[in-house]
């Protein structure tokens, strides 16, 4: 039988997937898909795949990311693979059948490029805080990370996020796509780094005052 501990934990870790999927699907539907320009990684491949193809985003995600999570399954292990793949559903589900219906922005693509990459990066954030993720790019990262551990994070990141914006330059016959698309991956990662830190801040100080509850 689960404990209370386990529910607490499981119901944790479903409120920080749908919290984060939340921040993702505005980034993507309310923002990035109107202002013509793909963000990095696979999302950005499901807005490619949604402009060409009319397929919805969310399941575009999970096609593009089912090859990426079977090549890497065995470097990552079963624990971050099933973490994940339930990560990634209730993304999917959050951008297709509840984000879907928000309004979207139609303003300056310079600020819709940095708003996305704003939203993305909380997003990102907190799904990572549970050690989790709904993007394959970062299977292959850190796939690659362990059989070449002195290669830079960034480094790698930033390769692979400026190919598939790259790739929005055909696709929505603007250069400024390109330009747009990599303003969000700076936003992106500055509001990562922030958030993350603040997370951290926030558990340090909840584990202190346990420690101190804990103690008296």
């Not at 780094?193 to 008296?216: F, P, Q, W, Y």
Request: with cysteine; aromatic share 10%; proline share 3%.
């Amino acid at each position: 039988m689960t404990s209370m501990t386990d529910r607490k934990k499981i119901m944790k870790m479903i409120a920080f997937d749908l919290a984060g999927s939340a921040f993702l699907g505005i980034s993507i539907v309310c923002f990035t898909v109107e202002a013509d320009f793909a963000p990095g990684g696979v999302s950005g491949l499901a807005v490619i795949a949604n402009d060409l193809f009319g397929l919805p985003i969310g399941l575009a995600t999970i096609l593009i990311n089912i090859p990426i999570v079977l090549f890497t399954y065995r470097k990552l292990g079963k624990e971050f693979f099933l973490i994940s793949i339930k990560s990634m559903l209730i993304c999917s589900f959050m951008i297709d059948c509840v984000v879907c219906y928000f309004p979207a922005y139609y303003g300056s693509r310079l600020i819709a490029s940095i708003l996305a990459g704003t939203t993305s990066g909380i997003g990102c954030s907190i799904l990572f805080k549970e050690g989790s993720s709904t993007d394959g790019t970062d299977f292959i990262i850190v796939a690659i990370r362990q059989r070449k551990p002195n290669l830079s994070f960034g480094l790698l990141v930033g390769i692979i996020d400026s190919c598939v914006v790259t790739l929005s330059i055909p696709v929505f016959h603007d250069v400024w796509s390109f330009v747009y698309g990599m303003i969000y991956t700076v936003s992106c990662g500055l509001a990562l780094d922030i958030t993350t830190k603040i997370l951290s801040s926030a558990v340090l100080r909840e584990t202190l005052l346990i420690s101190n509850n804990t103690g008296n």
